[in-house]
Structure formats: C-alpha cells, structure tokens
C-alpha cells in the first residue's frame, strides 16, 4: 500500500533524487520548495519527464511560511525535511538568512506535524557540523591526509555537540528539536547527522557539496581552489546509499524512532579533499588539473569521519557504494550532463 510522503526541498539534490525513487515505486509524494537553487528547475523537469506533470504534487513555497507549511504537510504520513540553507560560508555571511531558514524552518516543520493528525514520521538531515570543530579530539597528520588518533571508527553520536559556525548553530538548533519533540510530544522522528553526501543531479558549488563542485570543475574546466592544505578528510556517502537509509528509518520505525544517527561514509570511505581526491579525479580526466590556494576557511574541520555502527546495528544498514565507483558514476553523469552543468 502507497504511503503519502512529503518532501521539503524535494528540488533540491538529495530530495529530487528521493522523490525520483518514491515515485518509481508507486508513493505519493508533495514536493515542497522556494525553487531558489539553482538547479531546482532542472531537477523537476527531469522528474516531470520522467514520470509526466501531474505524477507528484508541487508547493512552492518556503519552510519559513509556518501557515502553508502546516496546511501541506496536513496529508502527509511521513515528512523527509531536506530544505534549508547548506553552505558554512553562506551562514559566516548572511547568519540571519541561515538561522531562518535553517532553525525557525524545521521548527515549522515539527510544529506542522506536532499539529497534524496523521501522527507522521519527520526524517531530518542533519548535519556532522552540529560536532563543530572537535577540538578536544587529537588527529595526527600522515602524507597525504589527516586522520584521529585515537577514533579508528569514526565521531560516534556521544560526541558532545559544539556548533562551531553560524550553520552549525541554526542546523543543530533543528537537531535538538526533533529530538525534543519526541520526548515531550511524542513526535516520530528520526535525526540523520550527514556527511559528505555525492551523486548525480547534485549541481555543487564552491561553498557546498564538494566532491561535485570540483568534478564539475574539472570536466568543464573552471578554475579550482583548494583552501587549506588539501589533506581534510571527510567521508563520502553516494545518493543510493543515503536513500537507503532514509527507507530503513520508515520500515523500523517502531524501534528507531527518537533515535540519532551518523550517516556517512565512515571510516571506509575517507578521502582528503585534494591530496587524494585530485588525483582520482585526474585519472578519470586524463590531464593534470591545475589549482589556486586559498586559506583555511572559517569552521573548516582538518578531519570529520563517522561512526556509522549504529546506523548499521539499528537500521541493518551500510554503504554499499565505494569512493572510487561513486566518483566514477558522478564523473560519468557530469560528462553525459555538461549541458545542464
């Protein structure tokens, strides 16, 4: 039996990708977006020509309108909140735009639910950020990349929180009130904290979604900077992967709800941002790729990899994608797209 889902920013990469799944396998689906990324336009034309016009139901609107909000969530038996505003550097220079969009918007989001009569689940993407800089966490620097000293698995979930930028703040202000919410109102949720997430239709810019960004870059050959010393590590996590668990987290729900969890890579799929992602990237080109330096950027972690064993316990979820085919599958999908790129 379809299930009616909403999704907030459902034009956006990650939603667009989901709603593509959903709709494949017969869900009802309102997608709910300000369209102000760039590629939201794009992502829902490939969806209506995948599926025809009227296959899902489109709000555009934004997760600040509490009102339109709570009156198109009223149907919704599960609520996937991927909208917001994305980029550290954004939040460094617009931090009101950030918190309104990030913090007052998924606090519309729980109030829409808490409101709702359908009692929905609300799967919230959060973020590794909301563990800011994890100063407290030795690292040790190798040859071509930075790594713990002393956390072979990757940041767990009882690391303390610290929001360590503006957008840490505002997405970990939505983090604890999903979870709050469960406690005093009895809201299902689940919280996803998101690594490096990567796949096609993720139209990246310099200041989010990296791995995309600097394929993008490369392949058409715009001009590449790497801030910093190149050797921060992040784990990746291909789109399938993520959706994967986005659908482990609805069929568990009974067991998993109120529950966080790392969603990333971990520790078997780590790469520095440059050291070992540019020559990847230069072998499936097939030229050298020249690069400007710039300085460390403000809440720029030298070392963020997850501990995803409870992801993996819990939700009998785990990557299934490798750094190596992901980044393959995205270079393909750029090359065959460079027209939308």
């Keep these: 039996m379809s299930k009616n889902y ?6 956006g990469f990650i939603g667009s990708n989901y709603v593509h799944r959903l709709l494949a396998r017969g869900e009802k689906v309102t997608v709910y977006d300000n369209l102000s ?12 020509e995948k599926f025809g016009e009227n296959a899902f139901r489109l709000v555009v609107g934004d997760v600040r309108d509490a009102a339109l909000l709570t009156t198109s969530s009223r149907e919704a038996e599960i609520i996937v909140h991927l909208a917001g505003q994305v980029a550290v550097t ?14 007052l918007g998924t606090f519309n989001v729980v109030e829409a639910a808490r409101l709702s009569e359908r009692r929905p689940l609300v799967i919230y993407a959060s973020t590794n950020k909301v563990y800011g800089g994890m100063d407290d966490v030795a690292v040790v620097e190798q040859r071509t990349r930075w790594e713990y000293q002393n956390l072979p698995f990757g940041c767990p979930e009882t690391q303390p929180l610290d929001f360590h930028s503006p957008y840490g703040c505002s997405k970990g202000t939505g983090d604890q009130y999903v979870r709050d919410y469960h406690r005093i109102y009895g809201l299902r949720s689940v919280v996803f904290r998101q690594s490096c997430i ?13 791995v995309a960004w600097m394929t993008i870059a490369a392949v ?40 966080v969890y790392n969603l990333g890579g971990g520790p078997q799929n780590v790469m520095s941002i440059w050291a070992e992602f540019g020559p990847l990237l230069e072998k499936l080109l097939g030229k050298p790729i020249l690069v400007a330096r710039g300085d460390w950027r403000p809440g720029d972690q030298r ?30 999908w750029v090359k065959e797209n460079i027209n939308l790129c």
Excluded: C, M
């Excluded at 990567?198 to 990296?210: K, N, S, T």
């Design 6 to 11: 909403l999704i907030t920013g459902g034009a």
């Design 220 to 259: 058409t050959g715009r001009p590449i900077t790497i801030y910093g010393d190149g050797n921060q590590v992040r784990d990746v996590l291909y789109i399938d992967d993520l959706l994967d668990a986005y659908d482990a987290a609805v069929e568990r729900v009974d067991t998993v709800e109120g529950q």
């Design 198 to 210: 990567y796949g096609p239709r993720q139209f990246g810019i310099e200041d989010q979604g990296w």
């Design 37 to 48: 990324r760039g590629g939201a336009s794009r992502n829902l034309a490939w969806l209506q």
């Design 303 to 332: 070392v963020f990899y997850a501990d995803i064993r409870k992801a993996e316990r819990e939700l009998g979820w785990k990557p299934r994608v490798g750094v190596d085919e992901g980044v393959r599958r995205l270079f393909e």
């Design 90 to 103: 954004t939040s460094v220079t617009h931090p009101r735009e950030d918190f309104e969009a990030n913090a």
